[in-house]
């Protein structure tokens, strides 16, 4: 056990300090598990959840072909037609980021919704760091509410066989969809108060043209199959999985036509983030080692004895802590690591997972809103204004990061607590 947990604390240390090589560094690791035995071959397939790695690989293609097709930015220019000034814009483009982060991945709405962002700023001859920074923390924070929102919901739906449909109601209770809405609110309401000066008058310009629908229905027909497969009983394991990765073949194989060329399909294709499908491998192999070896049961049970036998106790520890770890590392890794340990703490007290289950994914997910490199979507954010000459300072973001993160995990801490004890 001890080389195991050695192991496994040298490869988070390595991720941290040498975050271009956090690829290399995970498979590394998982080939050393497997090599040494701590996880015996013939088991390392069935610790790797296939059909997780196919749903972010086909959500991730089909992200690319709509965002492409120019539909987000058209549902943008929508709303800011029916906006009075800039504080309601500001309000209106980081709801309209939420909406769509919660099916789509956070980096990509960012992408999308930030250039309007700018177009505005730069008409009205504002800074737009603030207008920015709301769109990539509201995108954080819509990730946890859907199955497919997050590659870290993603994970939670594949190790807790939960549904599409699960993530609104689980067990004959409200889920957590209903937290993280209930924590919008609450984060919008201070938005408001955040950016209560900017009262300059908004112009809408001319509607972005779509250039093609079927990405749009591709989109829509993925979330209609996910919530009509949750409804079906004993679905291969498979199932999500295939249902991503179809329609992403279809519509890159519609592409090819369209464009009488194979390399338009292969071109979809490169828009798959391989390096976070190969990280998410070797992370499944590390934590199915240091499961064989016995970590994970250990790691419970002391935290389950730190929280004294206290159910309430355990799951404040567990919501906080994931807040501050994912402040200051990656989600992914996290939550890969913890969902295990969860469901050991739960087992060692005897108590519902879910409890334990939504509290880790609320706070991992919320908490990378407290820093500026808590979350790839507020990195990504940043980039994008140091590439329009803007340079985003630490207190710019903490302003609106810090008290926006506590507006929206207070809210869900207290939720889960209610519904699920």
């Known amino acids: 056990m001890t080389l195991a947990v050695l192991l496994f604390a040298a490869t988070y240390v390595l991720m941290l300090a040498l975050p271009k090589y956090r690829l290399h560094t995970v498979l590394c690791s998982a080939a050393v598990f497997v090599a040494s035995g701590m996880l015996p071959w013939q088991k390392a397939p069935g610790y790797i959840d296939w059909n997780v790695l196919l749903m972010i690989a086909g959500t991730m293609g089909l992200v690319a072909l709509l965002t492409e097709s120019q539909m987000p930015a058209l ?82 739906g594949g190790y807790a066989g939960m549904s599409f449909g699960d993530f ?52 829509l027909l993925m979330v209609l199959l996910l919530i009509g497969a ?3 009983p004993n679905t291969p394991k498979l199932t999500n999985g ?7 073949a279809v519509g890159a194989v519609c592409r090819a036509v369209r ?28 934590v199915g080692g240091v499961t064989e070896m016995g970590v994970v049961d250990a790691v419970g049970q002391l935290l389950a004895g730190f929280g004294g036998g206290s159910l309430f106790a355990i799951y404040s ?13 990656d989600n992914i890794p996290y939550v890969a690591t913890m969902l295990p340990v969860t469901r050991s703490i739960a087992a060692a007290m005897g108590a519902d997972p879910a409890l334990l289950y939504f509290g880790l994914l609320s706070g991992a997910t919320l908490g990378g809103n407290l820093t500026p490199v808590g979350a790839s979507a507020n990195i990504t954010g940043i980039g994008i204004l140091r590439r ?29 607590w209610v519904f699920y004890t």
């Open 75 to 156: 549902l943008a220019d929508l709303i800011l037609e029916r906006v009075p000034n800039v504080k309601w814009a500001i309000l209106a483009l980081s709801l309209f980021a939420g909406l769509v982060s919660a099916f789509i991945d956070n980096v990509a709405t960012v992408l999308m919704i930030a250039p309007i962002a700018l177009a505005i700023a730069k008409k009205l001859q504002l800074n737009p760091v603030g207008m920015i920074i709301a769109i990539a923390v509201s995108s954080n924070l819509q990730g946890a509410a859907t199955l497919v929102g997050d590659t870290t919901s993603i994970l939670l």
């Open 168 to 219: 609104f109601v689980y067990q004959g209770r409200p889920g957590i969809f209903f937290a993280v809405e209930l924590g919008a609110l609450a984060a919008a309401s201070l938005l408001l108060v955040l950016f209560r000066s900017e009262t300059a008058k908004v112009t809408a310009g001319p509607r972005t043209r779509v250039t093609d629908y079927l990405p749009s229905a591709l989109m």
């Open 230 to 232: 949750s409804f079906v």
């Open 242 to 248: 295939l249902i991503c990765t179809g329609l992403l």
């Open 259 to 286: 464009q009488r060329s194979a390399a338009a399909a292969l071109a979809v294709l490169r828009q798959i983030d391989f390096s976070t499908l190969g990280l998410l491998f070797g992370l499944f192999l590390i």
């Open 317 to 329: 520890i567990l919501v906080w802590v994931s807040v501050l770890c994912s402040a200051f590392i």
């Open 388 to 416: 329009e000459g803007y340079e985003v300072k630490n207190r710019d973001f903490l302003r609106i990061g810090v008290p926006f993160t506590l507006a929206a995990v207070l809210p869900a801490y207290a939720y889960f």
